[in-house]
């Protein structure tokens, strides 16, 4: 059996973030895993890229900290740039065992119009992906 001990999670500050972190904490906490939580800031001004990674920080730290006092060793990462690119260059960056995301049920149009970042990585990723589809 494979054992994850090094997982890199997505974190788009939205309200499926809170589903993705209750399956992967758990797993986390049978495995003794580390979790690096990652969000791509995507702008396109310095004012904006400055507003978001705040925004983001602020965000992905009360994250750490709940991990943290569950007794879950977790990291906080923000990397500025499209995210299927960036997300990527992260898992070739480092020796990461698993990466896990929700994924938002686009519909067609939206699909059609903004692409998909899970389907990107579904093609393109080099380590398992774990894709939680949260309930609406």
Request: glycine share 4%.
């Given at each position: 059996m494979?054992?994850?001990k090094k997982i890199l999670v997505?974190?788009?500050?939205s309200e499926v973030d809170e589903i993705i972190l209750n399956h992967v904490s758990?797993?986390?906490l049978k495995l003794g895993a580390t979790l690096h939580l990652l969000h791509v800031v995507h702008s396109h001004t310095l004012d904006?890229?400055?507003?978001l990674r705040e925004h983001a920080l602020t965000i992905l730290e009360d994250f750490r900290n709940k991990l943290q006092a569950d007794g879950i060793e977790a990291h906080v990462l923000i990397r500025s740039g499209e995210p299927e690119t960036e997300i990527l260059n992260e898992i070739d960056e480092h020796a990461y065992d698993l990466f896990a995301m929700a994924?938002?049920?686009h519909r067609l149009p939206g699909r059609i119009m903004f692409g998909s970042v899970s389907r990107t990585l579904?093609?393109?990723?080099?380590i398992?992906?774990?894709?939680?589809?949260p309930d609406k």
């Open positions: 494979y054992v994850y997505a974190i788009d500050c758990s797993l986390a904006q890229d400055r507003y994924t938002h049920g579904r093609e393109k990723i080099t398992p992906l774990l894709l939680i589809k």
